[in-house]
Nanobody, 125 residues
């Protein structure tokens, strides 16, 4: 198993930036693909960004392309989500998730097995 703890959420004005971190413990972090999901009130959870085990493959939902960047540091067992040019519609609870995979192809959103507790991101207009 892997345990995930997110940090870095908060309140920011529109146009601002935040960097979320997700620290992993337990089994070998470098064996996991990682994803960032978000869920806004009254909406379904959506996959925002994902990265494969070695950082060679990434995915972004269209609404964040060019604004968000996912990265990982396997030596620190941490995955990051740099969020720039934030918009009020980015307001949500953000979760990191893990799926054991050492492939180039990223897992589908329903394949993630391990989840963090979430961190709130609020963007004011």
């Amino acid at each position: 198993q892997v345990q995930l703890v997110e940090s870095g959420g908060g309140l920011v004005q529109a146009g601002g930036s935040l960097r979320l971190s997700c620290a992993a413990s337990g089994r070998t972090f470098s064996s996991y693909a990682m994803g960032w999901f978000r869920q806004a009130p009254g909406k379904e959870r959506e996959l925002v960004a994902a990265i494969n085990y070695n950082g060679g493959s990434t995915y972004y939902v269209d609404s964040v392309k060019g604004r968000f960047t996912i990265s990982r540091d396997n030596a620190k067992n941490t995955v990051y989500l740099q969020m720039n040019s934030l918009k009020p519609e980015d307001t949500a609870v953000y979760y990191c998730a893990a799926h054991e995979s050492r492939g180039y192809v990223l897992p589908r959103s329903y394949e993630y097995d391990y989840w963090g507790q979430g961190t709130q991101v609020t963007v004011s207009s």
